[in-house]
C-alpha cells in the first residue's frame, strides 16, 4: 500500500539574483512497511525532500500524494492535520523543550488535541517504555545523554500513533555506539509496531539494513542497486 | 496548553520577572492613587454630610479660603424668608504656629473664626464635632482658642497651654473632635479675633453660614439667595458641598487614568519585547511542535496564553503589593484609604488585558514561523 508518493518534484529556492534548485524532478514511494534509509552530501536536498514528503512543505512543481490526496491543494491547516494524524518526526538536534520532563515531552504533541489526558499519558508512559527509558520518564533533558534524548524524540514521533515516521539525522549528533543502538531501536519498531520509517543520513553503513536505498546527489535521487550505484557514490566520496 | 504556557515563562527568570515588575508597579500606584483618594472622598463626605445649611460666599470667589463679604449681608440674608440666621465666618490656612510655618499636607491648619453669639459650636465650626476637653467657645471670648484632639498632639500642648498663631498668642480652652481626620486639626476662635489674625476689616467676614427654618428648603432657600444677591453673593446648600470635592476628585481620577495608560504602555512593550525575544529564541522549538501536527492557531495561543498568564500574575502581585501600600501609607500618615472591590477588579482585567493585547503580534509571529526555515541546521 502506497502511503506517500512524489511525482517529479522540484523545489526551488531564489536567493536574490541567484536560484538554488534543491530538487530537480524527484519521483519515489513509500509503501507501508518500508525502512528506507536515503543518503547524499550534505546539501543534496535530503532535508528539503524529507520535509515535503512530511507534508511540512510544498514542491515549487511536481505533487505529492499523501493517501492519495494532493498536498498542494491543501491549506497549512490541512498539511497540519495530515502531520499530526500520520506524520512523525525526528531530528539531529532533537528539539526537546528543556523545561519539561521526558514524559511531558512525549505528550507534546497531544497538548492541543481535546480527549482523556490519562489516556494520552498511559501511552507516553508505554511508549517510553519501548524507547528503554522506563526509568528515566521523570526526567529534564539535561539530565540525559544524547542518546536518551533522541530516544524521547523517537518516542514523541509515535505518540499521535502515525503511519510514517521521518528521521533527518537522527545519529548525526551521536557517537557510533549510541548511534547504533537508535538505528536498531527504529529498526525494531519496524519490525515489531509495523511502523514505516524514511531515514535520511550520511552515514552509508545503514544502507546494509534498509529495505529500499536511496542516494541524493544535486537534487536528484537515485535508487540503488547493490552492485552498481553504491560504489559510484563512493568513488564520488573518495574522489 | 496552558501549563505548558506557564512552564515557558519559567525559562528566562529574570526576564519575566522584569516584565512582570513593570505591571505590577503600574498596578500598585494605581491601587495607591485610586484608594487613598476614595478614603479622603469618604472621609470628607462624612465630614460634609454632618454640616446642614447653606453656604453664602462672595461671588466669583474659588472658594471659602478667597472670600470676603461685607457684614451688612448679615441683616440681609436673615431678611430671606425662611432664613433663620446668617452666622458669619472666616475660614483661613493658618501660616505660622508657635513661629514655626506649617506645613501643607494632612496637618493643615484651619483657623476657623465664627459669630458664637449665634451659634451652637458645631455649626459655627462648620464641621460638626463634640467637645472632649475643657468648654466651649463664647460670643464674649477674646485671646482663646478651640482645637481639634489632632492639634494637641501635633503640637505637643495640654489644656490651659498657651498657642501662638500667625504671631498672635491665644490660650487653648477646649478641644474638639470629629469623625474626619483631616478636620481635626483646626483652630476655632471668635470672629472677631480671627480678623485680627486674618487682617480682616472690622466690617467683614469671609462667609456666611446660614441656618434655615426648615432644612428640607435647603436648596430652594439657596436659589432665592443667589436671585435676589446675584451680583454680590453665591450660595450653596450643605449636599453640595461634597460636589466640590467630588469635582476634585474627578480631577484626580484624571490623573490616575492618566499614570494607567502610561503603565498600561510602558507594562505593554515590556511584554511585547520579552514574548518576541522568547519567540525568536524558540524558533526551531516552534518548528518542532509544527512538524508534531501543531496548527499555527495552537502555536498562537500558546504564545497568548504566556502573556495572558504575566498579565494575571502581574496583576495579583500588584494588587497584594498595592494594598499592602495603601495601608502602610494609612498606618503612617493616618490618612483614611478605602479599597473598594470593584477597584480591584478593575485593576485585575486591566493588567490580564495589558497581558492580552501586548501577546497578540509576538503571538502572531509565532504563529507565522515558518517551520521548514527554523528546521534547518546550521
Ligand atoms: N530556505 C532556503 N533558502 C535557500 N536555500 C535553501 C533553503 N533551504 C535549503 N536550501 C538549499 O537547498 C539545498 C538543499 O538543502 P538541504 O535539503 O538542507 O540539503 P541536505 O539536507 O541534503 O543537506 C542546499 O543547497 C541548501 O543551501
Ligand atoms: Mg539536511
Known amino acids: 500500500m502506497t502511503l506517500i508518493e512524489s511525482k517529479k518534484v522540484t523545489k526551488v529556492y531564489k536567493l ?8 530537480r524532478g524527484v519521483s519515489s514511494q513509500i509503501e507501508k512497511g518500508d525502512f528506507i534509509v536515503i543518503v547524499g552530501p550534505s546539501g543534496s536536498g535530503k532535508s528539503t525532500l524529507m520535509h515535503i514528503l512530511g507534508a511540512l512543505d510544498k514542491p515549487s512543481e511536481g505533487e505529492v500524494l499523501i493517501d492519495g490526496k494532493k498536498i498542494s491543494k491543501l491549506d497549512e491547516w490541512e498539511l497540519a492535520m495530515i502531520r499530526r494524524k500520520k506524520i512523525g518526526f525526528i531530528f539531529q538536534t532533537f528539539n526537546l523543550i528543556p523545561t519539561l520532563n521526558a514524559l511531558e515531552n512525549v505528550l507534546i504533541p497531544t ?11 498511559e501511552r507516553g508512559e508505554n511508549l517510553l517504555d519501548l ?17 536518551e534524548r533522541q530516544r524521547v524524540a523517537i518516542a514523541r514521533a509515535l505518540i499521535n500513533d502515525p503511519e510514517i515516521v521521518f528521521a533527518d539525522e537522527p545519529t548525526g549528533n551521536l557517537d557510533s555506539l549510541t548511534g ?16 514505516t520509517f524514511v531515514i535520511v543520513t550520511h552515514n552509508q553503513d545503514l544502507l546494509k539494513i534498509a529495505s529500499k536505498k536511496f542516494i541524493m546527489k544535486d537534487g536528484e535521487l537515485s535508487k540503488i542497486d547493490r552492485n552498481h550505484r553504491v560504489r559510484k557514490f563512493t568513488e564520488k566520496r573518495t574522489k | ?54 453656604r453664602v460666599l462672595q461671588k466669583g470667589a474659588a472658594g471659602p479660603l478667597f472670600s ?100 498672635e498668642t491665644f490660650r487653648i480652652v477646649g478641644v474638639y473632635k470629629t469623625g474626619s481626620a483631616l478636620l481635626n486639626s483646626s483652630v476655632l476662635m471668635t470672629l472677631n479675633d480671627s480678623r485680627d489674625v486674618l487682617n480682616f476689616s472690622k466690617n467683614k467676614t469671609g462667609q456666611f453660614s446660614v441656618e434655615v427654618d426648615d432644612p428640607s428648603q435647603e436648596k430652594k432657600i439657596a436659589e432665592l439667595i443667589n436671585l435676589r444677591f446675584k451680583n454680590d453673593l453665591e450660595a450653596t446648600p450643605a449636599s453640595g458641598f461634597s460636589q466640590d470635592f467630588a469635582i476634585i476628585l474627578d480631577g484626580f481620577r484624571l490623573l490616575v487614568v492618566a499614570v494607567a495608560g502610561i503603565s498600561a504602555i510602558v507594562a505593554g512593550i515590556g511584554i ?18 509544527k512538524a508534531g501536527g501543531w496548527t499555527n492557531e495552537n502555536v498562537m495561543k500558546m ?4 502573556s495572558i498568564i504575566l498579565g494575571i500574575f502581574g496583576g495579583l502581585i500588584g494588587i497584594i503589593l498595592g494594598v499592602g501600600l495603601s495601608l502602610y501609607i494609612s498606618f503612617l500618615s493616618g490618612l483614611k484609604v478605602f479599597i473598594s472591590e470593584i477597584l480591584l477588579i478593575q485593576v485585575f482585567l486591566f493588567s490580564v488585558s495589558i497581558g492580552l493585547f501586548a501577546g497578540l503580534y509576538p503571538a502572531y509571529m509565532a504563529s507565522k514561523m515558518d517551520p521548514v526555515e527554523a528546521l534547518r541546521v546550521e
Do not use: C
Open chain 1, 180 to 195: 547504533d543502538k537508535i538505528i536498531n531501536l527504529m529498526l525494531n519498531l519496524n519490525k515489531e509496531e509495523k511502523k
Open chain 2, 1 to 54: 496548553m496552558i501549563k505548558l504556557s506557564y512552564s515557558n515563562l519559567f525559562r528566562r527568570k529574570t526576564r519575566t520577572i522584569i516584565s512582570l515588575l513593570a505591571i505590577v508597579i503600574g498596578v500598585m500606584v494605581i491601587i495607591v492613587m485610586v484608594s487613598l483618594a476614595d478614603g479622603q472622598f469618604r472621609d470628607l463626605q462624612n465630614a460634609v454630610s454632618q454640616v446642614q445649611g447653606i
Open chain 2, 272 to 289: 511585547v519585547n520579552t514574548m518576541l525575544m522568547s519567540v525568536l529564541e524558540r524558533f526551531k522549538e516552534i518548528g518542532s511542535l
Open chain 2, 303 to 306: 504564545v497568548l496564553f504566556e
Open chain 1, 131 to 147: 524507547v528503554g527509558l522506563k526509568e528515566r520518564m521523570h526526567h529534564k533533558p539535561s539530565e540525559l545523554s544524547g542518546g
Open chain 1, 16 to 23: 536574490g539574483m541567484t536560484t538554488v534548485h534543491a530538487l
Open chain 2, 68 to 167: 470676603e463679604i461685607d457684614m451688612s449681608f448679615e441683616q440681609k440674608l436673615e431678611s430671606v424668608q425662611g432664613v433663620k440666621k446668617a452666622i458669619g465666618t472666616i475660614f483661613q490656612i493658618a501660616q505660622t504656629v508657635d513661629g514655626e510655618p506649617v506645613q501643607f499636607g494632612t496637618a493643615t491648619v484651619r483657623i476657623i473664626g465664627s459669630d458664637y453669639s449665634k451659634g451652637s459650636f458645631e455649626t459655627a465650626a462648620g464641621v460638626g464635632g463634640e467637645i472632649i476637653q475643657g468648654r466651649s467657645l463664647k460670643a464674649t471670648d477674646s485671646g482663646v482658642v478651640v482645637v481639634g484632639e489632632d492639634f494637641m498632639d501635633i503640637y505637643n500642648k495640654f489644656l490651659n497651654n498657651k498657642v501662638k498663631v500667625n504671631g
Open chain 1, 111 to 121: 497538548e492541543p488535541l481535546d480527549g482523556e489526558q490519562e489516556d494520552y499519558r
